[in-house]
């Protein structure tokens, strides 16, 4: 099935590719290729594939906050979607810009990862929600980021030279994925308490790691069964009996009706 079967509507290309039309110029994120921050994106990956190992289904759909990620191998997975976020754009397998809904109808997706794309999404608040239509009920929704709480932050500062980063504090974003339906199954601090600090092992857990994974699954809808009203049906003094019936029992209906 290709990309284009999911989308809501045509893209624009003409129009995405204009200066100034749809996508916003902010800088890159060439941050996130830093050395530091490639090596978190490794712990969290770590923490997150005994989860991601037992997803199955035909689509998933991963939105980075750099180009070139690749999805984790996943055998159970289909194809995957690939996009980034860059200048208030998403780019990859398809261009559209980041403050309009993801072009994709409701409940496409078994597996949305979002690998610190709420950090530079213009519309973090409204790309979780997006991320959580376009995930299918019973699907999988899985984020990383940097925690806001821990000793990255001097360091992540200086690095991102004055752009401002939306670090999502991780018990805020599981009261949310709570209230919008999902179950909370993964939340957890990985990677190494301050950027620059040796490996003591390869652990990914770390209570006061500079980042988080988090791992929340869509309960698939109920569906409610009729409530069956008895009714007594009367039967006719002539008509024929069914094998097995008494006739005495058929003839105290007859009387009742």
Avoid at 32 to 52: C, F, I, K, N
Avoid at 87 to 110: H, I, K, N, S, T
Avoid at 205 to 231: C, D, E, M, Q, S
């Amino acid at each position: 099935m290709s990309t284009a079967i999911w989308c809501l509507q045509p893209l624009n290309w003409a129009q995405a590719k204009r200066p100034g039309v749809g996508c916003m110029h902010h800088g890159d994120n060439d941050i996130y290729v830093s050395a530091p921050l490639r090596r978190l994106q490794d712990a969290q990956m770590r923490a997150l594939m005994p989860e991601l190992q037992r997803c199955f289904g035909t689509h998933a759909l991963m939105l980075g906050a750099a180009k070139g990620a690749r999805p984790p191998a996943l055998p159970m997975l289909g194809s995957w979607v690939r996009l980034y976020l860059h200048d208030g754009c998403y780019l990859g397998d398809l261009r559209a810009a980041a403050l309009e809904p993801l072009p994709f109808m409701d409940d496409v997706f078994d597996l949305v990862l979002l690998r610190h794309a709420l950090e530079v999404s213009p519309a973090a608040s409204g790309l979780l929600v997006q991320a959580i239509r376009v995930l299918a009920p019973g699907g999988v929704l899985a984020l990383t980021g940097v925690h806001p709480l821990s000793g990255w932050m001097p360091w992540l500062r200086w690095q991102a030279g004055g752009r401002s980063l939306r670090l999502q504090l991780p018990l805020r974003l599981q009261r949310v994925l709570r209230q919008e339906g999902l179950g909370i199954e993964l939340a957890q601090r990985v990677g190494r308490s301050w950027p620059w600090l040796p490996a003591l092992d390869r652990k990914a857990a770390n209570v006061f790691g500079g980042g988080y994974v988090l791992i929340a699954r869509k309960h698939p809808r109920l569906a409610l069964p009729r409530r069956i009203v008895p009714t007594t049906v009367a039967v006719p003094a002539g008509g024929r009996l069914s094998p097995g019936t008494r006739r005495s029992s058929a003839l105290q209906t007859t009387r009742d009706a």
